[in-house]
């Protein structure tokens, strides 16, 4: 850089370590800055292929090249960043060689600011205490943001005693805290249990003459609602209402969860309806809710929310909605509204979803599909996936097999089992489970008998997944005697 008469002035070095912060690259980060302390910048160091990073969003762009093109780090900085910083004159660069032994220190409160976060964020808490010391020998201005981050970063280490340090300093220096200065104060003591220090928090905020604001509340509801302090949560409710400040949908979750280990059902609902008509339901919320209901067997609460409040022939269900009620189902042993879907295909189909896995809400809908008895709809919807050069996981095999199952097609069922152990992609607890099911149906004992890991579990479950023939039973009741005897 010297070489071309150039070098990063303190606002070029800031925003440096500020983008390398932001994509967590904390040692280079920490590496600029104390090459700009010596003079020793390498941008060597800073050679990071960003192509990753932006490969997200380019999925799903125009292919026009610009979207896929590899851009690094260094060249970034180099073209755009060290703009900012002006050539060094002639005298200035003599200047620079006569101290070069004498590290030159930031003097910009934004720059103390970068690097507390910086080392915060790092978990390197004593660089963050060294470098806020030093603010203070320097006597670099400090705002409101210093004193945040610093009070955070001790509080997250369970040092609430030096948090609370730093809220004086911060008064004694004429910093007046903020809304968040008391948030964080507040979440600090909920986490910590701290019932009647988190309250102090939230009236310190009024006192003070700041307006709470939605992290306030949620991390008081929060706390309340963990507590079953259900006087407290109502009063504040009360209070918020008086306000005009509504109930945000994360808080929500926490009462309604509250309410139903108190058994006030009631309150749940009066609760939801006061909610809807504020503002629409999202459907990821609405989902929290039923599974509250779900995870206790609740299933009649459950359903309430899951056909209520919507014309369900314009407002199509969630396949997340239908895997928790699916659940509750489950959870209640109702295999009969379930559709007889084992408890594991539930979870796989659940956890399926949530990780994005290919096929997992098209396997979902192809499930329902068989559920309700619409099966031409659900072997076109199981070829889809099951067709497809895409490699499969257990679920979608399943799915697949459970679908032509429920048709009838017990043959084809059998196909996929054998594709699927051809693939390596199981089987599992719920293969054996619908298995069971497909040879119950078609009344092939010695099938039922050369299933691996056969059980008397097993087989009530795998029998509950088919409506099956009276005769069809009683040879799985012997057939199960047989391989116990054995």
Known sequence: MRVRGFFPD????????????DVGEFDKAHRFYKGWCDESVELDDLDLDLESSFRGNASGRSTNGSASMSISFMQFLSTELFKIGGRVSASSDRAHSNLRNVPQKPRLSTTYNVLIDLYG????????????????????????WTFNTMIFICGSRGDLVEAEALLGIMEEKGVAPDTKTYNIFLSLYAEARDVDVAASCYRRVREAGLCPDVVTYRALLGMLCKKNMVQD????????????????????????????CEGNIDKVYHLLKKFHINREMS??????????FAERGLCEEAENLFYGGRDLTVCKKDVLECNVMIKAYGKA???????????????????????????????????LYSLVGMHTLALESARTFIESEVELDSFAYNVASYAYGSAGNINKALNIYMKMRD????????????????????GM????????????????????????QKEHEICIGRSSNQVDEN
């Open 10 to 21: 303190e606002v070029t070095m800031c925003t440096t370590v500020k983008v390398l912060k």
């Open 121 to 144: 964020k790092a978990r390197q808490l004593s660089d963050a205490s060294e470098v806020f010391e030093q603010m203070l020998k320097e006597g670099v201005a400090m705002d409101v």
């Open 233 to 260: 949560v109502e009063d504040l409710i009360d209070e918020m209402e008086r306000d005009s400040v509504g109930v945000d949908e994360h808080s929500l979750s926490g009462i309604v969860e509250m309410y139903v």
């Open 283 to 292: 459907l990821k919320i609405r989902a929290t809710f039923m599974d509250v």
């Open 333 to 367: 042993g109702l295999y009969d509204k379930k559709g007889g879907i084992p408890n594991e295909a539930v979870a796989q189909l659940e956890s399926s979803y949530q990780e994005g896995k290919p096929y997992a809400r098209q396997a979902t809908f192809t499930t």
């Open 423 to 442: 693939k390596h992609a199981g089987p599992d607890l719920a293969t054996y489970i619908y298995l069971v099911g497909c040879y119950g149906k078609a």
């Open 445 to 468: 004992v010695e099938g039922v008998k050369r299933v691996p890991e056969a059980d008397k579990k097993l087989y009530e479950d795998g029998y509950k997944c088919h409506s099956v």
